[in-house]
């Protein structure tokens, strides 16, 4: 069962981020609370969604992803932030159901895209999104500005 996350989920939710963080070898760098993800899917302005997958009265897979916007389509569309689905509910469907979900959000809210990021190393996620009919966007590279970079350029100490 797919459905919209609630308050009473929020818990299991930053337990499933944590243990999505562990399997992409980077545990150290995640410092989510509980609280930071309260505020932020059900504060006074949430920027922030989330759907969960639910078997036998657990969550067992989120989906938590936001609006982003192109320019060149003039409409929005959803990052998706975060999929995991527990090892045990692998293969049951659960990450193809919380997908199809995101993409009829799109289609029925008039989005252009949904987007995501996948490491490099991930091949059994790499074959699935691929199964679904999803491209790679290999022209493109991320960038990010975090920690003290972020503070130096922010503070306008970078010539």
Same mark, same amino acid.
């Given at each position: 069962?797919?459905?919209?996350?609630?308050?009473?989920?929020?818990?299991?939710?930053?337990?499933?981020?944590?243990?999505?963080?562990?399997?992409?070898?980077?545990?150290?760098?995640?410092?989510?609370?509980?609280?930071?993800?309260?505020?932020?899917?059900?504060?006074?302005?949430? /920027?922030?969604?989330?759907?969960?997958? %639910? *078997?036998? +009265?657990? &969550?067992?897979?989120?989906?938590?992803?936001?609006?982003?916007? #192109?320019?060149?389509?003039?409409?929005?569309?959803?990052?998706?932030?975060?999929?995991?689905?527990?090892?045990?509910?692998?293969?049951?469907?659960?990450?193809?159901?919380?997908?199809?979900?995101?993409?009829?959000?799109?289609?029925?809210?008039?989005?252009?895209?949904?987007?995501?990021?996948?490491?490099?190393?991930? /091949?059994?996620?790499?074959?699935?999104? %691929? *199964?679904? +009919?999803? &491209?790679?966007?290999?022209?493109?590279?991320?960038?990010?500005? #975090?920690?003290?970079?972020?503070?130096?350029?922010?503070?306008?100490?970078?010539?």
């Amino acid at each position: 069962m797919i459905r919209r996350a609630t308050q009473a989920d929020v818990a299991a939710i930053v337990d499933l981020v944590y243990e999505l963080a562990e399997y992409e070898k980077a545990r150290a760098e995640c410092h989510l609370t509980v609280e930071q993800m309260d505020r932020a899917l059900f504060g006074p302005q949430p /920027a922030l969604f989330a759907h969960v997958a %639910e *078997s036998g +009265g657990r &969550v067992v897979g989120i989906a938590v992803w936001f609006l982003n916007f #192109s320019t060149w389509d003039g409409v929005h569309g959803i990052y998706l932030e975060d999929l995991y689905v527990t090892p045990d509910q692998r293969g049951a469907g659960h990450g193809k159901a919380l997908l199809t979900t995101l993409a009829q959000e799109c289609v029925a809210s008039g989005y252009s895209r949904l987007s995501w990021a996948v490491l490099d190393w991930n /091949a059994p996620s790499i074959a699935f999104y %691929e *199964s679904l +009919g999803a &491209v790679a966007q290999d022209e493109w590279t991320t960038y990010r500005l #975090s920690g003290s970079a972020l503070a130096e350029l922010g503070a306008g100490q970078v010539s």
